[in-house]
């Protein structure tokens, strides 16, 4: 499901009968324990060292990829740019390449609707705290859900020059404390209505903190709201509050700017490796309904998740022992370096095991042999 061979043609790949592989779909695959398998990768990969190098597991970030669907769906929609009926699949990677939340969305939906849901339903043992996305996904509510619930939320935001910022003083005195982002602060922030919403602000952060609502209901319903709700118009204001804060640093801080670009690369790195795994058929998904569509999207994201571990293992034991011949092997060279490529899988033919010769090569711990490392041509004469 995940390559999209369909069961008959990966049973004539891999040798394993057609009615073993049906009859495993049929009782075993399905959201809830395809959640549970992703959750077991996810919390084995964060435990491995070289994952750490990677990242914390602190920060992460969102973003929907667009799949060809073909025949009648009620979640693909037309889209020119894109040549025909797309659907979107919404994931949340952490910035140690490891993929923790799959949604399959309409493609012509806001992503900002979904950013939380995730996030919020992290089952794993990644320690997330923040989020980065672009601008796709932020919107004024969102700024505030975050910061209500504890979390932070660090955007790229397209054009930020021209979004509006607010200031708590006059005009005058503002841009005599700030000569150069004085200019910028063009609103006035309204403590007034904030300070009245705030007790049911917080009932609102304690409802999505603790299940009782989902995200994307909640920003969906407020984010579409009229502007007489009182409400609807606090979260917005401290939502305005927090993208100033956010906008300010974004523009002072390089390294700030570069850890959020980085992220962001993580996962358009990882849509690559998803876009190779999801070959066959040219990657058209043929799946009418939403719950099949689900499936199969997360058995990509378990299937993707499969490659960056087995890939950050074998990183590890190279690494492991290239020092133990002496090498210098800096840590601060292996943050930079990405488990998610694709060279090392084979997508085409055949694949016919020797089970009991493959078995003879292993090690006394279960792992493969490595090739031999290229000489290093500096210590040549």
């Not at 084995?44 to 009648?72: I, N, W, Y």
């Not at 670009?261 to 849509?271: A, F, I």
């Amino acid at each position: 499901m995940a390559t999209n061979l369909g069961l008959a043609r990966m049973s004539e790949a891999c040798g394993v009968p057609y009615d073993v592989l049906a009859w495993t779909a049929e009782w075993y695959v399905r959201e809830e324990t395809l959640r549970e398998a992703n959750t077991c990768i996810v919390n084995h990969h964060h435990s491995l060292e070289l994952a750490r190098v990677f990242g914390g597991g602190t920060m992460s970030s969102s973003d929907g990829q667009r799949f060809p669907v073909r025949g009648k769906s009620l979640t693909g929609r037309e889209m020119t740019v894109f040549g025909g009926q797309v659907l979107s699949t919404y994931t949340h990677v952490s910035d140690q390449h490891s993929t923790f939340g799959t949604k399959v969305i309409v493609a012509t939906t806001r992503e900002a609707q979904y950013t939380l849901d995730d996030f919020l339903g992290n089952a794993t043992d990644l320690p997330v705290y923040e989020h980065a996305t672009d601008t796709h996904g932020v919107t004024l509510i969102n700024f505030a859900l975050f910061d209500l619930v504890g979390k932070v939320l660090s955007p790229r935001i397209r054009d930020l020059g021209k979004i509006t910022m607010i200031r708590d003083g006059t005009p005058a005195a503002t841009a005599a404390l700030y000569p150069h982002a004085g200019p910028l602060l063009s609103a006035r922030w309204n403590e007034d209505l904030v300070a009245g919403c705030w007790p049911d602000l917080l009932r609102m952060a304690g409802s999505l903190k603790y299940g009782q609502a989902t995200a994307s209901l909640v920003v969906g319903k407020w984010s579409a709201a009229s502007r007489q709700n009182t409400l609807a118009a606090g979260l917005k204001e401290w939502g305005m509050l927090r993208r100033t804060i956010h906008a300010a640093r974004y523009l002072s801080d390089p390294a700030y700017r570069r850890k959020i670009t980085r992220q962001l690369n993580k996962g358009e790195s990882l849509h690559a490796l998803r876009r190779d795994l999801h070959y066959a058929q040219q990657g058209t998904i043929s799946k009418p309904h939403l719950a099949d569509q689900t499936e199969q999207a997360w058995c990509l994201t378990v299937l993707t998740n499969s490659v960056i571990t087995w890939t950050t293992e074998y990183y590890q034991l190279a690494v492991q022992q290239l020092r133990g011949q002496g090498r210098d092997v800096p840590d601060e060279i292996l943050a930079h370096i990405s488990p998610a490529h694709s060279e090392n899988v084979n997508f085409f033919g055949v694949i016919t095991v020797d089970v009991e010769a493959e078995l003879a090569k292993l090690d006394p711990a279960g792992w493969r042999p490595l090739r031999a490392a290229a000489p290093d041509l500096s210590l040549l004469p």
